[in-house]
């Protein structure tokens, strides 16, 4: 009988991916080892308005696309993800905001093309990867504009926040991973990286120098290395800050009262112990 080579393929690392880990390595084991997020992961009205506008920048945002206000708003009301909204009240004040975040979007990007000259748009919704030795660093970005002067921009759109800084896009690991992922797959060629907020249009742009693209792929290999030799059957969950939020909390909470009661039989002396102890046995 003849058996199945065993896979080559390489491990591939990603921004979620590190956040998750370094967030609680017990959440990405249940994700990533373990494999039963589908079973714990909810819907959220988030993950549906977000989704939902990224799909239509998507379209408004490919070569050849139609680009008109109207187009835009047809292929919102089209598209439209129902999941994860509380109430039928709530779904339609996101309906109501999101019409108003693409008006002000359409309106932005006019005037955009107008101040900065032809910016083509190389990629959108497309998931980028370089070769990392162990592993494969890989991310999805919502969009890649190639300006005039060569500079590749990656553009992160946010539909929940309303401000970003200079600062807090130069501390984005994901930002930063895409960085990272553009200069190996476009040497010499200038990168930065943008936050867009989809609700206000405010935005924010940071570049990371050669030698901060080194030191934070040095970083990125060693977290990825903890990663990649984990024992992860020996990782047990601990309380810690985010518990609160996560989806997983009911099952942590049920592996504690499993520790506590394996704790208590350790402890607590058996009855036989316990009856002979009485007679000074």
Not at 16 to 34: F, G, M, N, Q
Not at 134 to 160: M, N, P
Request: proline share 3%.
């Amino acid at each position: 009988m003849r058996t199945k080579p065993a896979s080559t393929r390489k491990p591939a690392i990603s921004p979620t991916k590190l956040s998750t880990y370094l967030e609680c390595a017990v959440k990405y084991r249940y994700i990533y080892i373990d494999k039963i997020g589908r079973f714990y992961m909810k819907s959220r009205a988030a993950f549906s308005f977000g989704s939902t506008l990224h799909q239509v920048l998507q379209q408004y945002h490919e070569p050849g696309a139609e680009r008109s206000l109207t187009g835009m708003l047809s292929r919102f009301e089209e598209g439209w993800i129902s999941a994860g909204y509380a109430s039928a009240a709530q779904e339609q004040e996101h309906q109501a905001a999101g019409e108003q975040i693409l008006l002000a979007y359409h309106a932005s990007a006019e005037a955009r093309q107008e101040e900065l000259g032809p910016v083509e748009t190389i990629a959108t919704e497309r998931t980028i990867s370089c070769d990392m030795g162990r592993f494969k660093l890989t991310g999805r970005v919502d969009r890649i504009d190639l300006h005039v002067d060569g500079t590749l921009e990656v553009v992160d759109y946010k539909s929940g926040r309303l401000t970003v800084t200079e600062e807090e896009v130069a501390a984005s690991l994901a930002m930063n991973c895409y960085q990272l992922i553009l200069s190996k797959m476009y040497p010499g060629a200038p990168v930065c990286a943008t936050i867009y907020c989809l609700r206000s249009g405010e935005s924010a742009t940071a570049r990371l120098t050669e030698e901060g693209l080194a030191e934070f792929e040095r970083d990125i290999r060693d977290v990825a290395d903890v990663i990649l030799d984990m024992d992860w059957l020996e990782t047990a969950p601990v309380r810690i800050e985010h518990c609160a939020d996560c989806d997983f909390l009911s099952r942590c909470e049920g592996e504690w009262r499993r520790q506590e009661r394996a704790r208590r039989l350790h402890e607590e002396p058996a009855e036989d112990e316990q009856g002979f102890s009485e007679f000074g046995l």
